[in-house]
């Protein structure tokens, strides 16, 4: 097997790509809208790309959605673009440098033809910054191809698949990126989760990446002996990468076995025309196939000669070459998926019913056969795309791009594109890139994450709560923060570790808040000397309530609680498990100490509880022993 990575990174910049729009979210509530049909058209060099080709055969319209403070012109294709920020080239040409990557002399931005909609214009614009260099993994190194700079893609809201209407936001589009693309050099899984992360980590030392989900996309390409190139589209988990990697291997095996079965059956797999079955399902009791009459569509269907039995044929764990030809129907065709003889008769269509469709489309026993419910059009255009892969499952693994599913799998998203889809954005002009300016952002390159790591160890911090503190992505707060009170270094790591991390599984919105606002919440918190479940209590409260930073500090500081309250508390819970307490005498101090925790809420130190508690559950067993 064969792997390339392209790391696909949102660079942390003030403005957009080529507008002075601003890179932040924008609000959920869009100020205007506005509609486009995008077509293929021919390149330079006269040829149409297929990838393109396919969009437009898919017969969408795309809505965008702007913003007054987030969106202009250039985003809507009304205003050619502006130059390019210097601000994100300069961030991109030091992760060049710490690449090992040879910056070009003379920055020329390119126009890619990509008619999906995530752009307006029809296509995205995309810059060669850098070329070669590597990562070392242990003894080996990863080498790497390009390094480039490009714009973000609209952001998908919803796609109606019943009016093929698709819409977009447009605050993303434009925000500037770094694409990073390997060579093939990887081969297992493991390497390619691992390579990954070696890259994210040199984007991390940059400190001008953005965080949280979406801001970090990553593209896989994989092949194996004998198979095809497949480029698999936008895995977000850096542990997802090897699973990922693992089912597109077994896929590309199964699809070449399956070659090998149907070669050993037939020379050349050959489809008939699609026919009418409508009227064999005119009493059908099957609800998929009423629904669709009921909705003015018909049943149709065409013969697949030899192939009874490999629609159920396992490409890869859980996956069958059947589902297979359904994600090309759904996503050419906008069907919403097909039957086929491997799994009739069921889903209420009976065995008459399926000796019928055998007799009207002439089917042997050894043929198979495909059944589409749509309106005539559709399901033609269906079953001419199954066909055509059913075709090509003789020849093996066909080069495609798929889009990686949450639980690692792959589905079939569109036809890999082609090469003549690139071409000379005119009116962008070309950056040169001089010596003088590489030794300036050589200079200012920022020191390793190891060096910040073992200054945490310094300052009393395990080197385990300091490794997840460098890996956070509040790595520019900590920082900042640590200039400025070294002394609470314990605190900030465990607040933007852990405690961060357990608000974010409870639904606290706590990654929705900016820099500025956490920054000014952890230094007024030790200036006022709060205790760490007091800060996670105001971050907490900053996140889900209108409390302003001041007014949550404020709140957590005046719910500091006496001595005589806590031992209040503290004596509540005793008497509340006397049984317990009798039955597991000392021993029940650390289910009484959670207990005591949930009623204290962060209002009193750990310690000072845990002293307390220890010592009123010590003077009760006493006295119960001595009454005893």
């Known amino acids: 097997m064969k792997v390339g990575l392209e790391i696909h990174q949102q660079l942390d910049t003030r403005e957009k790509l080529f507008c002075a729009c601003p890179t932040t979210p924008a609000p959920a509530k869009p100020d205007y809208e506005f509609r486009r049909v995008l077509r293929a058209t021919k390149s330079e060099l006269g040829v149409v790309d297929p990838a393109a080709q396919f969009e437009e055969v898919r017969r969408r319209v795309y809505v965008y959605q702007g913003f007054r403070d987030h969106t202009c012109l250039v985003e809507m294709d009304e205003e050619p673009p502006h130059e390019l920020n210097m601000e994100a080239l300069e961030i991109g ?5 710490l690449l ?7 920055v020329v931005v390119m126009r890619k033809t990509v008619i999906d909609g995530s752009n307006t214009s029809g296509f995205q614009r995309t810059a060669l910054i850098a070329l070669g260099g590597g990562i070392k993994l242990g003894d080996k190194t990863i080498g790497i191809s390009t390094v480039c700079l490009e714009e973000d893609a609209a952001r998908l809201v919803s796609t109606d698949t019943s009016t093929g209407v698709v819409t977009y936001r447009l605050d993303r589009l434009g925000v500037p990126l770094i694409e990073i693309s ?3 050099d990887i081969t297992t899984p493991e390497e390619a989760g691992a390579a990954a992360y070696e890259i994210g980590k040199i984007l991390r030392r940059l400190r001008r990446v953005k965080r949280g989900l979406g801001t970090i996309r990553q593209d896989i390409n994989v ?11 936008g895995v977000q988990e850096l542990s997802l990468i090897p699973k990922v990697v693992s089912f597109e291997v077994k896929r590309q095996e199964g699809l070449l076995k399956l070659r090998e079965e149907l070669r050993r059956r037939v020379s050349s797999v050959i489809v008939s025309d ?6 064999v399902f005119e009493d059908t009791h099957s609800n998929t196939i009423k629904q669709g009459l009921k909705s003015g569509g018909g049943v149709f269907g065409v013969r697949i000669e030899g192939f009874s039995g490999y629609f159920k044929f396992e490409v890869a764990p859980g996956r069958r070459f059947g589902s297979e030809l359904a994600d090309y129907a759904r996503q050419i065709a906008g069907v919403g998926g097909l039957f086929h003889s491997d799994e009739l008769p069921a889903y209420g269509v009976t065995q008459e019913e399926v000796d019928a ?3 009207k489309l002439c089917c042997r026993d050894a043929d198979g056969f495909i059944l589409v419910v749509a309106e005539r059009t559709r399901a033609e255009r269906a079953l001419g795309v199954v066909a055509k892969r059913c075709t090509q499952a003789i020849e093996g693994v066909v080069e495609e791009t798929r889009a990686a599913q949450p639980d690692g799998t792959t589905r079939f998203l569109r036809p890999m594109p082609g090469s003549a889809r690139m071409y000379p954005e005119t009116d962008v002009p070309y950056v040169r890139v001089t010596s003088e300016t590489l030794r300036r952002l050589k200079s200012a390159i920022p020191p390793p994450l190891e060096e910040l790591e073992s200054r945490l160890v310094s300052l009393k911090v395990s080197s385990e709560l300091a490794k997840q503190a460098v890996e956070s992505e509040w790595l520019n707060v900590l920082e900042t923060m640590l200039a400025e009170a070294p ?12 405690d961060v991390r357990e608000l974010s599984r409870e639904g606290v919105g706590v990654d929705e808040l900016s820099d500025q606002v956490v920054l000014e919440l952890l230094r007024g918190a030790v200036r006022r000397g709060l205790l760490r479940d007091q800060v996670k209590q105001a971050l907490r409260l900053v996140a889900t309530s209108s409390r302003s930073v001041g007014e949550a500090l404020e709140e957590v500081s005046s719910a500091t609680i006496s001595l005589d309250e806590l031992d209040a508390i503290i004596e509540s819970v005793i008497d509340s498990n006397k049984q317990l307490i009798s039955a597991r005498g000392a021993e029940a101090f650390k289910p009484l100490m959670g207990d005591v925790m949930k009623l204290v809420r962060g209002r009193a130190p750990g310690s000072v509880v845990s002293q307390r508690l220890a010592q009123k559950l010590r003077e009760r067993t006493e006295r119960v022993s001595t009454q005893g």
Do not use: W, Y
């Open 100 to 106: 090992g990557a040879r910056p070009v002399d003379e």
């Open 93 to 97: 040409l030091m992760c060049a440098m």
């Open 357 to 359: 469709v055998r007799r």
């Open 182 to 184: 390997t060579k093939p």
């Open 487 to 498: 002394e609470a270094a314990q605190l900030l790591c465990a607040v933007l570790t852990q």
């Open 274 to 279: 699609p026919v009418d079955l409508t009227s």
């Open 223 to 233: 092949s194996v002996e004998g198979g095809a190139r497949i480029e698999v589209k």
